[in-house]
C-alpha cells in the first residue's frame, strides 16, 4: 500500500495570540494534513465555518482522521493538504470564550499561512481554498488584507490564490443571523458570548459588505 502520510513533516503554524487574548482551548493555526512525498504543485487550505473544528468539520460521523487526510491524496497526490483552525465559537459555555473579530481571524489566517510557506520557501506555489460557511468570509477577508500588505510574504498570499471552493458561504447574509444574535442575548448570563461574529451574517452588516 501506498504511504500517505510523512509524519516527520507534519507541523502546527499557530499564530501569536492577540494582545490580551485568553488562551486558546481550541486547535488554532495551521495545521499540515498531508505533503506530496515529492515536490507538491499546489496548497489546499480548509478554512471550517462558525462552531467548526479544523479537524472535526471535515471528519465525517465514525470516522477517525479527516477526510482531507485520508482521501483527497488519492485524487491530488502532488498537493499539500493545509487546515487552519480558528474560535469560530458564538458562544461557550467556560468562561473566556474568544470575542475576536472576522478581521482578526483574517488576519491570524493570513500571518500563520504566509509564515508556513516563508519556512520552506514555497511563497510561490500556488493556492487552492476550500471554505465552508463563516470560513468564507474569513478567507476574502484575509485576501482583502493581504492584497493592501507592502511584505511580499504577505502579498503573496493575494497573488498565489487561483481557486476558492465555497460550501454554504453566506456572501450575502443569512437570515438565521436574527434568530442567533436573540439566542446570544438568552444566555448571556451562563455563557460568554460573541455577537460580534454572529452579526456579520445579518445582511445589513458593514463588514459583509465590506468584504
Not at 34 to 52: C, K, N
Not at 130 to 143: I, M, P, Q, T
Not at 192 to 202: A, F, S, Y
Amino acid at each position: 500500500m501506498r504511504k500517505l502520510f510523512r509524519p516527520d513533516k507534519k507541523r502546527d503554524l499557530v499564530s501569536p495570540p492577540l494582545s490580551g487574548s485568553i488562551e486558546a482551548t481550541f486547535p488554532s493555526g495551521i495545521k499540515q494534513c498531508y505533503e506530496s512525498p515529492g515536490a507538491s504543485d499546489v496548497d489546499v487550505v480548509f478554512i471550517h465555518g462558525l462552531d467548526g473544528n479544523r479537524e472535526k468539520t471535515w471528519t465525517a460521523k465514525g470516522a477517525d482522521e479527516p477526510w482531507p487526510k485520508t482521501l483527497l491524496p488519492m485524487e491530488l497526490p502532488l498537493a499539500r493538504i493545509l487546515t487552519f483552525g480558528y474560535d469560530a465559537y458564538a458562544a461557550k459555555w467556560e468562561k473566556g470564550g474568544s470575542q475576536n473579530r472576522i478581521r482578526d481571524h483574517a488576519w491570524n489566517l493570513l500571518t500563520a499561512l504566509a509564515s508556513c510557506r516563508e519556512s520552506d520557501d514555497t511563497q510561490k506555489r500556488p493556492i487552492m481554498f476550500v471554505c465552508h460557511s463563516l470560513g468564507g468570509l474569513v478567507c476574502k477577508d484575509a485576501l482583502i488584507v493581504s492584497k493592501m500588505q507592502s511584505d511580499s510574504h504577505l502579498h503573496d498570499i493575494y497573488e498565489r490564490t487561483h481557486a476558492i471552493a465555497f460550501m454554504g458561504t453566506p456572501h450575502h447574509g443569512s437570515e438565521l443571523a436574527m434568530w442567533a444574535e436573540r439566542l446570544l442575548k438568552s444566555v448571556n448570563m451562563v455563557q460568554r458570548r460573541n455577537t460580534d461574529i454572529v452579526g456579520v451574517l445579518n445582511g445589513k452588516s458593514e463588514v459583509l459588505e465590506r468584504i
